[in-house]
C-alpha cells in the first residue's frame, strides 16, 4: 500500500532565514507556547490591551512603565519547592513571564489596569496631537 506523503510543488520558494530559525527552534526546543498570550484591539481614543494570564493572581503580576516602554511581568512560585513530593508528571511551569511594549504615541500617564478572571486588561489612551496656536511676533 502506498504510504501518505505531502504534496510538494517544484516550484523553488524563496530564501526566509527568519522561517529556518524558527524552524530550527522548534526542532531543538520543542514547540512553544508563548506564556503570556495578548491581543491589542484600537478603538477610537485608546488601545485596549487584553493578556491572557491564567492561573495567576493579581498580586502575581506586575506592570511597569520606564524609558517609554511599558513591562507586563508575572512569576509563579512553587508551592512545593521545600517539599518533597512523587509527582508522577508535572506540568505546570513555575517561573516568571515578561512581555515588553513600546509606548510610542500613548499617553503614560493615563494608562489604566484591571485584573480579572486571569486576564490583564489595560486602556492606553491615544496621545492627543497638540494643536499650536497662531501668534503674532512684533516687529521692532
Do not use: C, W
Not at 504510504?3 to 510543488?9: D, E, H, I, K, N
Not at 513591562?71 to 513555575?94: P, Q, V, W
Amino acid at each position: 500500500m502506498f504510504g501518505l506523503t505531502p504534496f510538494r510543488s517544484n516550484y523553488v520558494s524563496a530564501y526566509d532565514p527568519f522561517k529556518e530559525m524558527e524552524e530550527f527552534e522548534r526542532r531543538f526546543f520543542g514547540q512553544r507556547t508563548p506564556a503570556m498570550r495578548t491581543d491589542i484591539r484600537e478603538t477610537e481614543n485608546a488601545y485596549i490591551l487584553e493578556a491572557d494570564l491564567p492561573g495567576f493572581t493579581r498580586e502575581d503580576v506586575h506592570a511597569e512603565i520606564k524609558n517609554g516602554y511599558l513591562t507586563i511581568r508575572a512569576e509563579h512560585k512553587s508551592e512545593t519547592e521545600d517539599k518533597k513530593e512523587n509527582y508522577l508528571r508535572r506540568e505546570r511551569s513555575y517561573g516568571s513571564f515578561s512581555r515588553t511594549f513600546d509606548l510610542e504615541g500613548i499617553d503614560a500617564d493615563a494608562i489604566t489596569a484591571s485584573f480579572k478572571d486571569g486576564v490583564l486588561t489595560l486602556e492606553l489612551p491615544k496621545l492627543q496631537p497638540k494643536t499650536e496656536e497662531a501668534r503674532r511676533l512684533e516687529i521692532q
